[in-house]
């Protein structure tokens, strides 16, 4: 793939950025690690070697009796008398964190919630579960949702407003009545009464989502295809006999691109604000699930324990901070009128 002089120059740009540049690195670094949760936080061995045998029980299900135990479920690698049956022919590497998002704490001392330890960094939940463990997993889903969320919805409002700023006329029309109206809805009551009639889940909630945020970039790409149709290069390819939908996939579409791209970290800050605020309400994931808001919502209930609230909050914050910051950055590499010194 060949880079263009233009797109090297807003790379360039944007590395010109280090507020924003850095942002983008511990962002990422923080998002590739959440991706691997299962071998950072976890209650299962990453690797087991028994009998000269290796296992992986964070990907399999290893059953008891394959160390010599008595049940056939799978084993609980907390249980100590587990852990004596693998060391009596062999060993086992635990994840730096001996904790899964939803794995009681057996070794406090007091009632849950307890406050950070050497064992649990950042203190245990009402449930004695382990915060920093939640916090991973919370973190990994959050993030995932709202970039989920920003190209489904995106993709559906390009190709929204691409159709109406191209044709115009009655279909634009229609197509701007219609989204006034959908615009107008009480969204988030409407999430609230959907959520209140199913269970919801991850999917669920990203087709709820996504019915309500694809008009977010409508006006912009219908703004940009209006001002791109009347270019000279696109009269000439329908004087050519090109056909629409050619004309507005390669000549309209990268030009409404360009602003498009700038707003897409925005929107991934507005999708991950929103996965939060239900979460916090109680109308977002199934009970029992690792999320950011109902770490707040823990910290609301639990004020006698600071510590829930706290890191609920710096975490929020910091992510947001730095989506915000990346957000800038790349609005910034894209304005033709800055210039690389």
Do not use: C
């Not at 880079?3 to 998002?31: G, Q």
């Not at 307890?114 to 950042?122: A, I, R, S």
């Not at 390669?250 to 409404?256: D, F, S």
Request: net charge neutral; hydrophobic share 50%; charged share 15%.
């Amino acid at each position: 793939m060949t880079i263009t002089p233009i797109t090297r120059r807003r790379i360039e740009r944007f590395r010109r950025n280090r507020r924003a540049y850095w942002s983008l690195v511990v962002f990422l670094i923080l998002f590739i690690l959440s991706l691997f949760a299962e071998f950072i936080a976890n209650d299962k061995p990453i690797l087991v070697r028994y009998d000269g045998k290796f296992y992986f029980p964070v990907v399999e299900s290893v059953p008891e009796t394959t160390y010599g135990g008595f049940f056939p479920s799978e084993a609980v690698y907390s249980d100590p008398a587990v852990q004596d049956l693998i060391r009596e022919k062999g060993w086992f590497l635990m994840p730096p964190i001996p904790y899964g998002n939803n794995t009681p704490a057996y070794d406090l001392d007091r009632a849950a919630p307890t406050p950070p330890d050497w064992n649990h960094w950042l203190g245990t939940d009402d449930e004695a579960r382990d915060v920093v463990a939640r916090l991973i997993y919370g973190f990994r889903i959050s993030v995932l949702f709202g970039l989920a969320l920003t190209l489904v919805s995106s993709a559906i409002g390009v190709t929204i407003g691409l159709i109406q700023g191209y044709f115009g006329g009655l279909i634009d029309l229609i197509g701007q009545r219609g989204i006034e109206i959908w615009t107008s809805l009480p969204t988030l009551y409407i999430l609230i009464i959907l959520a209140s009639i199913v269970q919801p889940n991850f999917w669920w909630l990203l087709l709820l989502m996504m019915i309500f945020s694809w008009p977010a970039l409508v006006g912009l790409v219908r703004a940009e295809t209006l001002r791109a149709r009347n270019f000279d290069y696109v009269r000439a390819s329908k004087a050519l006999g090109v056909g629409n939908a050619t004309i507005m996939r390669r000549h309209v579409l990268p030009n409404a691109m360009v602003a498009t791209i700038t707003f897409l970290p925005f929107i991934t800050t507005g999708s991950v604000t929103t996965l939060t605020g239900l979460d916090f309400l109680g109308f977002g994931l199934p009970p029992g699930s690792a999320s950011l808001g109902e770490l707040m919502k823990q910290g609301k209930e639990n004020l006698q324990a600071p510590w829930l609230a706290l890191t609920g909050f710096f975490t929020i914050g910091i992510m947001l901070t730095l989506l915000v910051f990346i957000g800038e950055g790349v609005r910034d590499a894209f304005d033709p009128r800055k210039s690389v010194t």
